[in-house]
């Protein structure tokens, strides 16, 4: 029988800088390491400020760097995602306090800290804001989303 699909959404303050980053490397990691894996992924934000808009530049050119490109466009978080996604990924602890402040009591469990995957990072630890910051802040969140990345994808395709 086909494993079932899984779905996560992941999500920031902005939904322009780190969330779209973090979707688009964790899309990367799923096609390169288990191409038959059948996981739904999309990305969303705590705040409308930016809904419609393409990843913030530096986002997109710190992707392009490592080969990789998306189409998404921001958008908000709604009632809803908290029904739709198996799995919902905080960048950072407010993030995080918001989203469960707004969950419904039976899907606080269900929303995590993207870092708690990656096994070398801190407990309680964050993906941090690059938003105007240089281009050197980007990539550093490009390489913290690639590591969680990696167990996530763990966490979501547990070897049988
Ligand atoms: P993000 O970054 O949450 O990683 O998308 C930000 C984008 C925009 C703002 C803050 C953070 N803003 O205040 O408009």
Redesign the pocket.
Known sequence: MAAATRSVLFV????????PMAEAVFRAAVSRAQPAASIACDSA?TAA??VGEQPHPTTLAVLREAGLATAHRARAVVEADFETFELIVA?DRANLAELRRRAPEAKRASIVLFRSFDESAAPEAEVP?P?GKPIEAFREVYTLCARASVGLLAALTPSR
């Open positions: 920031c303050l902005g939904n322009i800088c780190r969330s934000g400020y930016h960048m804001d938003w």
